[in-house]
């Protein structure tokens, strides 16, 4: 059917990207870093995507090859000449990186309909990947399109070197219409959207805000995984709370009843599989970006308040975040340590954008001191 050059042969990569295109029918290249990834999948010719829902079941994939992102950079240049997707899931710290690579590959490309695709979690990612291609291959090919893309499937962290793969029996892979370029992909679990931004703000106001609320306050609590979060009482009404927030929130911004409330039933039902055993540590990990100002807390967070909006919830949550103390995680000790070094006001200012003399940034200093005394720390 089609070629897809996939950047990153991690969890996302092989278990949602790399699963749903050759599903499709696509031969998918991928492209990593990691030589005993590269060698396993070489000698092992095939991987297994296991979806864990209510039940478990396994699907094989076998139509890939995998290379070297620097060692066989000819090969893969050769196969983004003729890719139709290209796309990366390496990380928001690292994907820009790979720009020129992808423009060299572009270069010797046919003129003919070529999209790429930054499946990165974070703000209109495929933009500034675009940006970063502009600076090697100027002026862009009008036969080139760079949508957005939001995925919202679950991936919890697997073992290094096992080439099993654990996702969510869960499809929601979102792509921006009206930057694609060509007819949109008749692909089971793709859609193609309109107003991206809104659909963009449901996913991050809803599933990792809540992810985000799950990880920190159960970290408090001392439990270890999602699944036994949510069963937590206090932790639920905080998070149902916050959901109610967020549904004002995204209902002035211009989405409908019918794409919020099912949307949020759903989410509730996820994040309670005990199956998938995700953690509260994954979904905490690097609260200094989580707590970005438009990010999955404080972005809702300030746009409640902008709004004249409730957001009592999400500041509980943003508290939580505050006191994310995880010794395993570099980015939590580093907060920690900047808290204690500059002052809770400080890190409001420079890190989540907040005043700490709002109103936001009242209620938030009085959450913290609240979980504070309640949490002993």
């Given amino acids: 059917m089609g ?26 290249v991928f492209a990593d870093v990691d030589d005993e990834l590269i060698s396993s999948l070489r000698k092992s010719g095939y991987y297994i995507v296991r979806l864990i829902g209510n039940s478990i079941r396994e699907e094989v994939v076998d139509n890939f090859e995998i290379y070297h992102i620097e060692k066989d950079r000819e090969i893969l240049t050769g196969y983004l000449s003729q890719a139709d997707i290209i ?21 010797g490309h046919v003129p003919a309909p070529v999209n790429v695709i930054a499946c990165e979690n974070f703000y209109r ?25 939001e995925i919202g499937r679950i991936v919890p962290p697997s073992k290094r070197g096992e080439l099993t793969v654990s996702v969510e029996d869960y499809n929601e892979f979102l792509i921006e219409k009206s930057a694609f370029v060509g007819p949109p992909l008749n692909i089971d679990g793709l859609e193609f959207i309109d107003r991206f931004d809104l659909f963009w703000k449901r996913k991050i106001y809803t599933l990792n805000m809540g992810h985000a609320i799950l990880g920190y306050l159960g970290y408090l609590k001392g439990y270890i995984n999602v699944s036994q979060a949510i069963r937590d ?31 949020l ?23 200094i970006r989580k707590l970005g100002p ?8 300030l746009e409640c308040d902008k709004n004249g909006l409730h957001y009592d919830n999400l500041a509980i949550g943003i508290a939580g975040a505050l006191l994310f103390d995880y010794p395993e995680d570099k980015m939590a000790s580093e907060l ?18 907040i005043s700490p003399q709002s109103n936001l940034g009242i209620k938030i200093k009085e959450q913290y001191d609240s979980l504070r005394r309640l949490f002993g720390r």
């Fill in 125 to 149: 990612s495929t933009e500034r990947l675009k940006g970063e291609i502009f600076r090697y291959l100027s002026p862009l090919p009008d036969w080139l399109g760079f949508p957005n893309v």
């Fill in 3 to 28: 070629i897809i050059v996939q950047f990153g042969a991690g969890n996302v990569g092989r278990g949602h990207i790399g699963h749903i295109f050759s599903r499709a029918g696509y031969k998918v």
């Fill in 265 to 287: 039933e759903t989410l509730l039902k996820r994040f309670v599989n005990e199956n998938l055993g995700d953690t509260v540590y994954r979904v905490g990990r690097d609260p």
């Fill in 233 to 263: 009482e206090w932790i639920r009404g905080v998070l149902i709370e916050a959901f109610n927030e967020v549904k004002e929130l995204l209902l002035k911004l211009g989405l409908d009843n019918k794409d919020i409330d099912g949307y």
């Fill in 87 to 107: 796309s990366t899931a390496v990380g928001p710290n690292i994907y820009l990186s790979l720009a020129p690579i992808i423009a060299e590959g572009i270069k």
């Fill in 294 to 301: 438009e990010d999955r807390l404080v972005g809702p967070a």
């Fill in 336 to 353: 920690q340590s900047k808290i204690k070094k500059d002052g809770l006001d400080n890190v409001l200012e420079e890190i989540c954008k």
